[in-house]
């Protein structure tokens, strides 16, 4: 019965948002007895969560420029995690980190697009500018993957769209 108040503990800190001591409990009490494998799935559970939290605290913390493939799943990452645990502090600060990073990123993929856009209207032939096209309209549906709300990539993805149609009917 001792392993099931210690499990209980774990849970109840695990509510209360705090993963290292509710990761200690049910870890004891997984190791306590063998019996119930949910003591022992838990523990795993919040040793990936930890993990993962982790993960996403050396990301946010890397200097230079932070691949952007690996920023949007740092962002998915912590969104699963907050929706699961709710909003503790340690989630909530690396949210507000990623949502300072994530402007900057979307900028310059934008100023990049808005560079690819123009190789391609400068473009020699109707196959080359085709070509330079197809990068663009990746990078504007990556940023709004990133940020939704953003106007800016949403009316140059338009224009790109609108461009682009053109450009096939030459």
Not at 40 to 56: F, G, L, M, Q, V
Not at 144 to 166: D, E, G, N, Q, V
Request: aromatic share 4%; net charge positive; hydrophobic share 45%.
């Amino acid at each position: 019965m001792q392993a099931y108040d210690v499990y209980k503990e774990g849970l109840n800190l695990l509510s209360l948002g705090d993963l290292q001591a509710a990761f200690s409990k049910v870890q004891t009490a997984a190791s306590a007895v063998a019996i119930p494998p949910e003591y022992i799935d838990k523990a795993n559970e919040i040793r990936a969560d930890i993990s993962a939290i982790n993960e996403i605290s050396d990301i946010v913390s890397m200097s230079g420029k932070i691949p952007p493939a690996m920023l949007a799943d740092a962002k998915g990452k912590l969104e699963r995690i907050r929706m699961k645990y709710g909003e503790i502090e340690q989630i909530r600060r690396l949210r507000t980190r990623l949502d300072l990073m994530i402007p900057a990123m979307i900028q310059n993929l934008l100023d990049n697009t808005q560079r690819l856009k123009q190789e391609a209207a400068d473009a020699p032939t109707a196959t080359i500018a085709k070509q330079k096209s197809l990068p663009p309209a990746k990078i504007l549906t990556f940023c709004a993957s990133l940020k939704p709300t953003m106007r800016k990539a949403l009316t140059l993805k338009t224009k790109l769209a609108a461009w682009k149609l053109k450009s096939t009917q030459i």
